[in-house]
């Protein structure tokens, strides 16, 4: 099979307290754009984008038949209005991802600690080398097109996070609760790399607060230089 979801043994986090879900209070850019823009935005870019990725989509399936587990998985994430949404990515870790991670923690205190902090490895034994290629290119994460399309994404917003990556967030968790999670955003376009967890989260807050089409284009237009130059991780 092309697709298949998470493993049984893979636990979907809880979702946020019924405070949390409820509509944030957040000061945002308004007018036609924050209302009904960015969604036209969202449905159209998507629809192109799909059109003109297909050919590398369908190579990209095609090859992860080779791999075990199938060529997508979802993982549940956190949305606007703290609704969760399974998030689409073409597979890039081995089957038995979890015991590997596992495994490393428990052995590397330096691995522990960057975990703890980033929650990403720069050495990471789960990801495989198709794998490994997709990240630097970002093009494992094409599938979220189909989320935007769902109204479940954006094509520029936060990045998408976890149940517990959105306890990191305090205070800030409200800015990224107002919005839909973003296939691009500031983060990625910023040295994502080289950016530390509460610098991310800053730049969600200030997204949220200030964001308007002319921004939202000119992120998608970092974004391809981002993808060109392979820099993601």
Known sequence: MIYNVLDSSQKSPSRPSQDSATPPAVEQGGGFYAKRGKRYLDITGAIILLVVFS???????????????????????????????????????????????????????????????????TDDPRVT???????????????????????????VGPRPVT???????????????AMRPGLTGKWQVSGRNDVTYDERVQLDQTYARNFGLVGDLAILAQTIGVVLGATGR
């Not at 090859?63 to 990515?89: D, N, P, V, Y």
């Not at 089957?95 to 522990?112: G, I, P």
């Not at 149940?163 to 609760?177: F, I, M, R």
């Open 55 to 121: 050919p590398i989509i369908l190579v990209i399936s095609l090859l992860q038949l080779t791999q075990a587990g199938g060529a997508l998985f979802t993982h549940t994430r956190i949305g606007q209005f703290g609704e969760e949404f399974g998030c689409l990515k073409f597979r890039t870790m081995a089957a038995d991802a979890d015991k590997r991670l596992e495994k490393l923690l428990a052995s590397d205190v330096e691995a522990r600690q960057e975990w703890r902090e980033t929650q990403k490895l």
């Open 129 to 155: 080398g198709l794998g490994n290629v997709l990240r630097r290119s970002s093009m494992d994460e094409l599938p979220q097109l189909l989320n935007v399309l769902r109204g479940e994404m954006s094509l």
């Open 163 to 177: 149940a517990s990556e959105l306890s990191k967030y305090g205070e800030a968790c409200q800015s990224y609760l």
